[in-house]
């Protein structure tokens, strides 16, 4: 689930709506969610992962990272070899998309 990227901090607009979802998923026993804001981006600065202030919709980085988690998601629950696919780089974000 990719949240919306607007103040990713403590006071996310959406965070509730999140809660549920996961809420929801936990109720079907299901491993087939990934929360985003929760796993990867809270606290994390929006307007540094946003393509611009006028367009809100998840940039380069903010794309990398949920690539990053993704993968690693997948590959927690069995649905990726880890041994089939490359595995480069670092799961922090860059140093200057983190929140002040």
């Known amino acids: 689930m990719f949240p919306a990227f607007v103040a990713l901090g403590e006071n996310y607009p959406y965070a ?8 929801i998923v936990d109720l079907t026993d299901s491993k087939w969610f990934l929360d985003l804001y929760s796993d990867v981006y809270k ?6 992962l946003s393509e611009s202030a006028y ?7 903010a794309h990398r990272l949920a690539g990053v988690a993704i993968g690693q998601f997948l590959m927690k629950n069995g649905l990726l070899d880890i041994d089939s696919i490359p595995v480069t780089g670092v799961v922090s974000p ?7």
């Open 16 to 23: 509730e709506l999140h809660n549920r979802m996961a809420d």
């Open 55 to 61: 367009d809100p919709h998840p940039n380069e980085e």
């Open 94 to 100: 860059s140093p200057d998309v983190v929140g002040d």
């Open 43 to 48: 606290g994390l600065d929006a307007n540094r």
